[in-house]
């Protein structure tokens, strides 16, 4: 897919969040590309991580990939680079640079790495870098598409690569400027020239269906004048033994100009029988390839796939084969033979087929889809990490427990109400281990009943940890149920709002939103939340003024000012935001997530120092704050920030570790180590991190992301392992690619 000026500016307003969920494209993985270039040429880019119910900026500084996700490029020009399509079950993660301001709320957050080592290769992403708003951003890039003539070839969604892994692949051809001035305007033409014939073999690489093409000549000498079927050599396994090594050459290629000719008339079988007599005259992979053809006209997909690896191990780059072969295996399903086939195709190609491009695409999409069903219909449902549970309950302001619920009551713990206690009582714990057992109390809850007046506070509670565990439709139910028996309950409408914009429906959240609202119009956390709808539909001055609406209810929620100060920086009021973020360190001097965010800002604007003092703070205060429930995400951005600071890569993963020692479950603390694993080329280690991240995930859209990363990781050790050669071409491909983005970019 080409890229020029224009048309990445185009590409900008595709960057749109759709129904809750980021959609990839071509366009939308080239800007994902050339997003991480900038990365590379010292730019930053802010995932958001969870915090108070909302997903707050991890202004950890990265290359652009889920991105969760995830994205998240290779270190070289041909940019390993993940678009993960977030699922309907997770709000989209965003990218922040440095000249605009932190990006939307909501998911999980996956952390980012940042700036790798020259020649390094390049990190995985976890999440999907979106400056939709930020025109800087885009004339940025507009401005590289220009002065650099470039030309970007990009795989939509997720794909792999040799030598990182990866999604994007990035070729720097042609217009590069490594000639300089002084090139001769002969070798100015000899470039031209072959350019053009590479741009012809792309052409000729493309395989689909029943349109495959046969090639007709063996070489630019090979012509063949034709001759008629009474002068065709009479060849078989008998006969040919007897033939000199020049009646061979010569019988071959009149059968094999026959052959052409047969196939041409889509006489298949004839043909097929004159490429059978040519190849036992002479052991050709352009003849194999040409009777796979005839083949794959006629659906015979396993008799495609003998010719072509008969193909293949005659010339092992034989792309139209390759392609050919990779079509047959996906006819007959068996899709991860047929992706390492198109990723070797395309490296082979220099990333010029856009048909092979966008097949390692789709089929990358497959086998990640095929197996997440298959581990989900085994999947027992489950809490995520208690860091997770936590941010999400925390989201909410704190309230005292229900009259008759008290610790002050005498209650019957085998009743409705006293399991709806000893939930309560558990959450208050913030462990794994109590909120597991606060679900099950809230289940038990409801089934005793006899709650009175809390049974719909029961189903509000049950409801809730069912959407932790990713079963929105149960907890739908339970909200439903929740509201039909108390509709003053506003908490309900609040948390199904949030589950309606998972399932892609804004519209009913906005209307569950102003049904709160008629209820009560004074309740803080009903405009706190709807400012999370607002920064996701990109009305950010909505979403300030919903944010302050809820600080002037209730001045003492730390979240709304956290949130506040965000959507200033998305909005490019960067010192207001820096001015909030101070009075949030004043007016809540001991809350640790203060420190850890403002150190996000910090570390985006490059404030390195500043920003490691300020993680450090944090995990002080959690470790004294809540050491059975420590938030880990100060560990994790401490992690990013030595990384990014000062290449520490020992430090980052030993940080990384303490984290999953602390919470086992955190995806955020896995997906960080996978990257920190590929960063430094241990691929095989990464793989095991992102097999993991898919244990973690709790939905079939979760688990489909966390497999792509996983069978981009798996897929590129194969490449390798099976052709060894092309690791090498590939990494040759990356000397054009250090000075993207130039000076200005700095």
């Known amino acids: 897919m080409y890229y020029s000026e224009n048309s990445l500016a185009k590409a900008a307003d595709t960057w749109l969040l759709k129904k809750k969920r980021w959609y990839s494209s071509g366009s939308l993985c080239a800007l994902m590309m050339l997003l991480w270039r900038m990365g590379r040429a010292g730019r930053s880019f802010?995932?958001?991580?969870?915090?108070?119910?909302?997903?707050?900026?991890?202004?950890?500084?990265?290359e652009g990939p889920n991105t969760p996700s995830a994205a998240t490029?290779?270190?070289?020009?041909?940019?390993f680079f993940v678009g993960i399509t977030v699922p309907e079950s997770a709000p989209?993660?965003?990218?922040?640079?440095p000249t605009s301001s932190p990006t939307p709320p909501p998911t999980m957050a996956p952390t980012q790495a940042n700036t790798p080592l020259p020649n390094s290769p390049g990190p995985f992403p976890v999440g999907i870098p979106v400056e939709p708003g930020t025109s800087s951003l885009w004339d940025r890039l507009s401005n590289w598409a220009s002065e650099n003539k470039g030309v970007v070839y990009t795989i939509a969604g997720i794909t792999l690569v040799v030598g990182a892994g990866g999604v994007v692949y990035y070729f720097s051809n042609g217009d590069a400027r490594d000639g300089g001035a002084t090139d001769s305007q002969a070798n100015k033409r000899k470039r031209q020239r072959e350019r053009k014939r590479a741009k012809e073999r792309a052409e000729k690489g493309s395989v689909g269906g029943k349109e495959a093409t046969v090639e007709k000549a063996e070489s630019n000498k090979a012509s063949v004048t034709a001759v008629s079927e009474e002068e065709l050599p009479d060849v078989n396994e008998d006969t040919v033994g007897a033939l000199s090594p020049e009646d061979r050459k010569d019988y071959a290629a009149k059968l094999k100009a026959a052959g052409n000719k047969a196939y041409g008339s889509k006489d298949y079988n004839r043909a097929i029988d004159l490429y059978g007599k040519a190849i036992l005259c002479k052991q050709d992979p352009v003849f194999y390839s040409n009777r796979a053809a005839c083949y794959n006209a006629m659906s015979e997909w396993d008799k495609v796939i003998e010719d072509t690896t008969a193909a293949i191990n005659l010339d092992n780059e034989y792309v139209k084969a390759l392609n050919r072969r990779a079509n047959a295996y996906e006819q007959v399903e068996r899709n991860s033979e047929a992706l390492l086939d198109y990723t070797a195709s395309c490296i082979i190609d220099g990333f010029r087929n856009e048909s092979s491009a966008q097949s390692v695409e789709r089929l990358l999409k497959k086998v990640a889809e095929a197996k997440g069903k298959a581990i989900l219909a085994g999947k027992e449902k489950k809490l995520p990490s208690p860091t997770f549970v936590t941010n999400y309950l925390q989201s909410f302001r704190p309230k005292p427990s229900p009259a008759g619920l008290t610790d002050e009551d005498e209650l019957d713990e085998e009743t409705g109400k006293g399991q709806l206690r000893k939930g309560l009582r558990a959450m208050a714990t913030k462990t794994g281990e109590g909120y597991n057992d606060a679900a099950a109390a809230f289940v038990r809850a409801v089934e005793l009943g006899d709650l009175g007046e809390h049974e719909a506070f029961a189903y509000n509670m049950r409801g809730t940890f069912s959407y932790l565990k990713g079963d929105n439709e149960d907890a739908l139910r339970d909200m439903d149920k929740s509201i039909e028996l108390q509709p003053t309950l506003t908490q309900s409408f609040i948390k199904r709002a949030s589950m309606h914009l998972e399932l892609a429906n804004p519209d009913?959240?906005?209307?569950?939103?102003?049904a709160a609202l008629e209820q009560n119009a004074n309740d803080p956390d009903i405009y706190y939340h709807r400012a999370q709808l607002h920064f996701i539909?990109?009305?950010?001055?909505?979403?300030?003024?919903?944010?302050?609406?809820?600080?002037?209810?209730d001045k003492d929620f730390i979240f709304s000012h956290i949130q506040l100060g965000v959507t200033q920086y998305k909005m490019g009021s960067i010192a207001s935001s820096m001015a909030t973020f101070r009075r949030c360190m004043k007016n809540f001097s001991t809350v640790p997530d203060v420190y850890n965010y403002y150190g996000e800002l910090l570390l985006d604007q490059q404030k390195y120092q500043e920003a490691v003092e300020k993680f450090d703070t944090a995990v002080e205060m959690e470790k004294t704050s809540k050491p059975m429930g420590m938030n880990v995400l100060p560990l994790i951005n401490k992690a990013l920030a030595l990384f990014q600071w000062?290449?520490?890569?020992s430090e980052a993963e030993k940080l990384c570790e303490m984290a999953l020692i602390i919470?086992?479950?955190?995806?955020?603390?896995v997906a960080t180590m996978a990257q920190l694993l590929l960063q430094q080329g241990k691929v095989t280690d990464a793989l095991k991190y992102f097999e993991r991240a898919a244990e973690l995930s709790r939905t079939e859209g979760e688990i489909v992301n966390a497999l792509s990363y996983a069978e981009a990781t798996r897929t590129q050790l194969e490449v390798q392992e099976k052709y060894p050669k092309l690791a090498s071409r590939l990494g040759a491909m990356g000397g054009g690619?250090?000075?993207f983005g130039g000076g200005g970019m700095r």
Do not use: R, V
């Not at 989209?92 to 640079?97: D, H």
């Not at 539909?537 to 209810?553: P, R, V």
């Not at 000062?646 to 890569?649: M, T, V």
């Open 537 to 553: 539909k990109s009305e950010f001055g909505e979403a300030a003024k919903d944010y302050q609406k809820s600080i002037d209810l």
């Open 92 to 97: 989209p993660i965003l990218f922040l640079s």
């Open 646 to 649: 000062k290449n520490d890569f």
């Open 508 to 514: 009913a959240a906005e209307a569950d939103f102003a």
């Open 46 to 62: 802010m995932p958001l991580a969870w915090c108070g119910g909302s997903w707050q900026p991890s202004m950890s500084p990265g």
């Open 737 to 739: 690619a250090g000075g």
């Open 663 to 669: 919470d086992p479950e955190c995806d955020i603390a």
């Open 73 to 79: 490029a290779i270190e070289t020009t041909a940019a």
